[in-house]
């Protein structure tokens, strides 16, 4: 018994460091991220909910001042996975899909859900103050991907 609690004890805290690393992965993504369109602006912010969840938002800026929501955001530690979860006004009855991160390295990582309509896979890039996204798959039976290239606010 004597050995078993120190061994139990070094592998508690190691899935704890492995956890709090993990959670601290994704932080590179946190901030207000901004296209500039004709009409006005896509804006994406990100922020740490807790120590398993980033919270995010995209909405529109008219030239107005207009504000108008797009989506709503997560990326989600769950089950031992990371998801990318996103919530698009007036699609899917306004429910979350989930797309299961299947990379992640660095400031980077793609997800995919395979299962959804469009878009498949949705992936995120930094690169120094700019924030690369993008989604893809087959829309209507045709390869399709939109590119969203976000700068610093």
């Known amino acids: 018994m004597k050995r078993i609690l120190p061994c139990l004890f070094i592998l508690l805290v190691q899935s704890a460091a492995l956890y709090s ?5 994704f ?43 797009q989506e709503t955001l997560q990326l989600a530690f769950r089950n031992g996975d990371w998801y ?16 299961k991160i299947i990379f992640q390295r660095g400031t980077e990582f793609i997800s995919e859900n395979p299962a959804h309509d469009f878009p498949q ?14 989604i893809e798959g087959k829309n209507k ?3 399709s991907k939109q590119n969203f290239d976000f700068a610093t606010e």
């Open 27 to 69: 932080k590179w993504v946190v901030g207000t991220w901004k296209i500039n369109t004709g009409n006005g602006a896509v804006c994406e912010t990100w922020e740490v909910a807790d120590d398993s969840t980033l919270r995010g938002k995209s909405f529109f800026i008219k030239q107005t001042k207009d504000t108008v929501p």
């Open 141 to 143: 039976g045709k390869y």
């Open 84 to 99: 990318y979860i996103s919530t698009v006004v007036g699609q899917n009855k306004n429910k979350p899909v989930s797309f």
């Open 121 to 134: 896979r949705i992936a995120y890039r930094r690169v120094k103050q700019q924030l690369f996204a993008s």
């Open 21 to 25: 690393q993990k959670t601290e992965s």
